[in-house]
């Protein structure tokens, strides 16, 4: 029996090569995988086209998933810079990376990406569209922003964010809330902010939406999974949860029954800045609409005023959302809001959104979750060094701080040298007399 995607294939009853990889890295069971991708509540990326991928499943009762954003832009066309970042992604075992190049021809960057890496790479065709087609944004046309995507899927890109959900409607009700006041932001996604100034210059409705049958039909041929990008989401935490993103939310719901009929697999993505009280529910409403689709949020960044540390303002509120039910976390970098991050400002951004990721699988019970941290706990019981580096969500700077110790005090921390609480218990248990001189 053939099938055309992975969810196309769950629904037949066909277990394929990637439901198989995922259920092993899992550790779960490959017909329960297989009936949450035939429902939608589970999707693995996997273009047909991206032969060096390492499948990854994102969704229902699995591990949270992390994103790179990386790519070329006016200010960095170098592509060994971020090849540099690309292999930082890879080594930290980041699940995915979106090439968000904007300027030029970038093609050629695209394929390397694709051909060499096994990550999930996803791209937003939107912000491709201007640079690829060499046009200004109102001469470009509804048939060739679909051009840009076809391209991107024949190269194997295994998910696209698409910003079908801010059409007319949506639109009306930003410009509504706008002029009461509402907003403080505006748009600030890129590709929503691109769209919505489309349709102002053309008078024209969305060409995402409008032509959204044409989108999915490209995306089913090669098995792109769509990601239904959130144009309104909130800039900033005063404009979190308002009528503009709800509204969108609504139509992305819609959206996902219409692409799941043609077998598109969907990722929902979210918020974006958002007060750490707002989180929980917004992920419940996410899932209520849009029907327990995976749900990809950036941050949320919880706070509005930590510049240059909004790596930990995000990493905050993705704990809390992967916790209340987030699949997938976008990474945020120190150089959030200033200017682009480098291979040092990527490390940092992997890291925190790891955390977040794995802090929320603990709160969501992941099976297996939490045996890392408890054989953590127990190579820290022992003081056992070289365990423990072991264990780290990141080896290279605990072992860095642990060098820096003088060679007689590298029994314990430098903090409470021999009267380390566990160097205490493991003496007097085992019958050894404790010396705290």
């Not at 009461?180 to 210059?201: K, Q």
């Not at 409403?285 to 949020?297: D, G, I, S, T």
């Not at 007689?408 to 040298?417: A, F, Y």
């Amino acid at each position: 029996m053939t099938y055309t995607t992975q969810m196309d294939a769950a629904k037949k009853g066909i277990i394929t090569p990637e439901m198989e990889i995922v259920s092993a890295k899992e550790d779960i069971d490959v017909e329960l995988l297989r009936e949450r991708i035939a429902r939608g509540t589970v999707v693995i990326p996997a273009n047909k086209m991206h032969t060096a991928l390492s499948p990854e499943g994102i969704g229902e009762g699995l591990k949270t998933k992390i994103n790179v954003n990386l790519g070329i832009s006016k200010d960095c066309t170098d592509y060994s810079l971020e090849m540099a970042k690309v292999d930082m992604a890879v080594k930290m075992n980041a699940e995915a990376i979106m090439d968000l190049s904007c300027y030029g021809k970038t093609h050629d960057f695209r394929q390397q990406l694709i051909n060499t890496c096994p990550a999930m790479i996803g791209t937003v065709p939107m912000y491709d569209a201007v640079g690829y087609l060499d046009k200004e944004l109102a001469d470009i046309t509804a048939e060739e922003f679909l051009s840009v995507i076809e391209a991107h899927a024949r190269e194997g890109v295994d998910f696209m964010t698409i910003h079908a959900g801010i059409n007319r409607r949506t639109a009306e009700i930003f410009k509504a809330a706008k002029k009461d006041g509402g907003r403080i932001t505006n748009i600030v996604s890129r590709g929503g902010s691109l769209i919505f100034a489309w349709m102002e210059m053309t008078g024209n409705e969305n060409p995402w939406y409008e032509f959204y049958d044409e989108v999915l039909d490209i995306l089913a041929k090669y098995d792109v999974t769509i990601s239904l990008g959130d144009a309104c989401r909130p800039g900033s935490t005063h404009d979190s949860t308002d009528a503009a993103q709800i509204t969108e939310l609504v139509e992305l719901g819609l959206l996902t029954k219409r692409a799941w009929e043609k077998n598109v697999q969907v990722m929902i993505e979210g918020p974006g800045h958002m007060a750490i009280d707002e989180i929980a529910a917004n992920m419940k409403l996410e899932k209520r609409l849009c029907h327990n689709a995976p749900f990809y949020v950036l941050g949320p960044l919880v706070t509005d005023i930590a510049p240059g540390y909004d790596h930990i303002t995000s990493a905050i509120g993705g704990a809390v959302a992967a916790a209340n039910g987030a699949d997938f976390l976008c990474y945020v970098t120190p150089a959030e809001h200033l200017r682009l991050p480098n291979a040092d400002d990527v490390k940092e951004g992997i890291v925190a959104a790891k955390i977040a990721a794995h802090a929320g699988d603990i709160a969501k019970g992941i099976p297996g979750a939490r045996d890392i941290d408890n054989k953590m706990s127990d190579a820290r019981r022992r003081v056992c060094w070289e365990e423990m580096f072991q264990y780290a969500i990141e080896p290279e700077k605990p072992q860095r701080y642990y060098n820096e110790l003088p060679p007689e005090e590298k029994h314990t921390c430098s903090m409470c040298g021999k009267m380390c609480a566990a160097r205490t218990m493991n003496k007097i248990l085992s019958g050894e007399k404790v010396d705290v001189q």
